[in-house]
């Protein structure tokens, strides 16, 4: 059963999971260069010391990781996770449909680890961390330490051998149909950094197909981010 709670601006969804409900909860993590809320949706049992990172869209004109969120906020959370999910952490990219943020920086070069100057579509900023959004992410990865972190990009259809747990990677790779690759690791790259700061957690990049997903597709992705996830 699905009951829906009108929260502010944000419909809260109440999921039965058993004799439980899991309520969705809303935080405000951060804001975009041009004041857009970066909103956080956390669901499943908030004291659980096993904390799972999804991520819809990081490039703006990259998007259809959002749908997988989507799907992933109406099924039922293991038990003994919590679960955070970002729809996206560019809300303004998303909105002009441009790789960067409102300043053209890509956010996925512009962490601390490794970074370096780069120009052009892949501009990483005037140093590390220096846009909004980026903080944003960072304070928000330090603060949850997540076991597993999920970013979704597009659009060369694999799970990207990350540097985390390969196994993991693998795992998710076959639940969700796609091959595994060992793509290029660019220098401020979030799940480089993230890997490197937290060796015990494991961040993964999927890479979906271009053009939108289908809701039977989305629908496959978040089912394994719930398999994974346990």
């Known amino acids: 059963m699905l009951r829906l709670v009108a929260l ?21 993590v951060g804001r975009s260069l041009t004041g857009r809320p ?38 039922a959370v293991p038990r003994g996770v919590d ?17 960067g943020n409102a300043r053209g920086v890509d956010l996925n070069r512009n962490f601390p680890f490794r970074w370096t100057q780069l120009a052009g579509v892949y501009y990483s900023g005037r140093h ?40 993991l990677e693998t795992r998710y790779a076959r639940l969700v149909g796609l091959r595994t690759a060992s793509l290029v690791r660019p220098p401020g790259s979030i799940v480089t950094w993230e890997n490197n700061a937290f060796p015990n957690g494991s961040a993964f990049v999927v890479e979906l ?7 039977p597709a989305a629908l496959r992705f978040a089912r394994a981010v719930d398999v994974i996830a346990r």
């Open 8 to 28: 502010g601006a944000l419909t809260v969804a109440l999921l039965a999971t058993g004799t439980a409900q899991a309520v969705l909860r809303r935080h405000v």
């Open 128 to 167: 590390a961390l220096s846009e909004p959004e980026s903080r944003s992410a960072y304070a928000l990865i330090r603060r949850l330490r997540p076991a597993i972190s999920i970013w979704f990009h597009q659009h060369m259809d694999v799970v990207d051998v990350s540097g985390g747990n390969s196994a």
């Open 83 to 99: 679960l955070w999910v970002v729809p996206s952490f560019n809300p303004d990219g998303q909105h002009a449909g441009t790789r």
């Open 209 to 215: 197909p271009a053009g939108p997903l289908a809701p």
């Open 38 to 75: 970066i909103v956080a949706l956390e669901l499943g049992d908030p004291g659980a010391p096993r904390k799972v990172l999804v991520v819809g869209c990081v490039h703006g004109n990259e998007p259809a990781g959002i749908a997988v969120t989507s799907r992933l906020l109406r099924l």
